[in-house]
Nanobody, 122 residues
Framework: QVQLVESGGGLVQAGGSLRLSCAAS????????IGWFRQVPGKEREFVAG????????YYTDSVKGRFTISRDSAKNTVYLQMNSLKPEDTAVYSC???????????????WGQGTQVTVSS
């Protein structure tokens, strides 16, 4: 079992930055890939970024490359999503998820946090 809690969302102006945190508990966290997803009402959940279990390999969706950075602090059981140069189209509920391997499909993840709202004003 893995329990995930996101934090760090909020309201920011376009061009600003936010850092989201995904704090995890449970003995399987260290052996889990972590993905960040986002969703807006009426749209499907979208993969944003992910980090692999052991080698720290990362993957980003094209729209956030060069602006977002995912990182992992194993000592703190926390994964971060640093978001810079935010745009209004980044507005969404952001959720982290844990799964056995790094994939972009939400169906590949077994555990989910409750989500945190990110709103970017123009």
């Amino acid at each position: 079992q893995v329990q995930l809690v996101e934090s760090g969302g909020g309201l920011v102006q376009a061009g600003g930055s936010l850092r989201l945190s995904c704090a995890a508990s449970g003995r399987t966290f260290s052996s889990s890939a972590i993905g960040w997803f986002r969703q807006v009402p009426g749209k499907e959940r979208e993969f944003v970024a992910g980090i692999s279990r052991y080698d720290g390999r990362t993957y980003y969706t094209d729209s956030v490359k060069g602006r977002f950075t995912i990182s992992r602090d194993s000592a703190k059981n926390t994964v971060y999503l640093q978001m810079n140069s935010l745009k209004p189209e980044d507005t969404a509920v952001y959720s982290c998820a844990a799964g056995p391997i790094l994939v972009t499909s939400s169906r590949g993840y077994d555990y989910w946090g409750q989500g945190t709202q990110v709103t970017v004003s123009s």
